[in-house]
């Protein structure tokens, strides 16, 4: 069983920062590419930021500039910085992580996307 688990998010003015981390836990024998998503209130949920194992990122372009996204593959957690927050950025923030679980005896197993949980992001005026 994989879980991924977020934390940050929070109230913050318009012009304010937050940094929003996911970890990933549980029977995983390598993570792919990391991502955060997002779903303002009565909108889909929409790409923010994706980062691959080798460090390549990629951007909406509504956070290109404001946002970056790294991870550290040693603790398996994917990191937020959202600087320079805008109203429409408000949003409950999804981590999305590509995992291949650990099989019978160590071995590699399956490739799956899992999501974590949510995190509520509130920009206030």
């Known amino acids: 069983q994989v879980h991924l688990v977020e934390s940050g998010g929070g109230l913050v003015q318009a012009g304010g920062s937050l940094r929003l981390s996911c970890a990933a836990s549980g029977n995983i024998f390598s993570i792919n590419a990391m991502g955060w998503y997002r779903q303002p209130p009565g909108k889909q949920r929409e790409l923010v930021a994706t980062?691959?194992?080798?460090?390549?990122?990629n951007y909406a372009d509504s956070v290109k500039g404001r946002f970056t996204i790294s991870r550290d593959n040693a603790k398996n957690t994917v990191y937020l910085q959202m600087n320079s927050l805008k109203l429409d950025d408000a949003a409950v923030y999804y981590c999305n992580a590509v995992i291949r679980g650990r099989g019978a005896g160590g071995s590699a197993g399956s490739l799956y996307a899992y999501w974590g949980q949510g995190t509520q992001v509130t920009v206030s005026s």
């Open positions: 980062i691959t194992s080798g460090g390549s990122t």
